[in-house]
């Protein structure tokens, strides 16, 4: 799992990639406690407000989301940016035999 903390003027806060087991790596526990020990670091170097933009679908976007409502770190606000799907590039004609 991999946590990017990014300010606002664009440069790299923090960045953080977490080993978690095979059979918990997916789930909502997971990205909890990824979430959970990256915002402690940040509350320790003194970030107090966030904007938060989550990317992707599944429970562990919401597990997460929990847990940076839990901390003591105000949100500005909570943005979904998951990319919309669609029907992709037209594909190649049919092979005529």
Not at 36 to 55: D, F, H, L, P, S
Not at 73 to 86: A, E, G, K, Q
Request: hydrophobic share 45%; net charge positive.
């Amino acid at each position: 799992m991999l946590l990017l903390l990014v300010l606002l003027s664009g440069f790299l806060a923090f960045c953080r990639y977490l080993w978690i087991q095979r059979q918990k790596r997916g789930t909502p526990f997971a990205a909890q406690i990824a979430v959970g020990n990256t915002i402690r670091t940040v509350v320790e170097q003194g970030m107090r407000r966030a904007e938060v933009m989550i990317k992707g679908a599944g429970l562990g976007r919401d597990a997460a989301l929990r847990a940076i409502r839990r901390s003591d770190i105000l949100l500005s606000f909570v943005r979904n940016v998951t990319p919309m799907l669609h029907n992709g590039c037209r594909p190649p004609k049919k092979r005529r035999v």
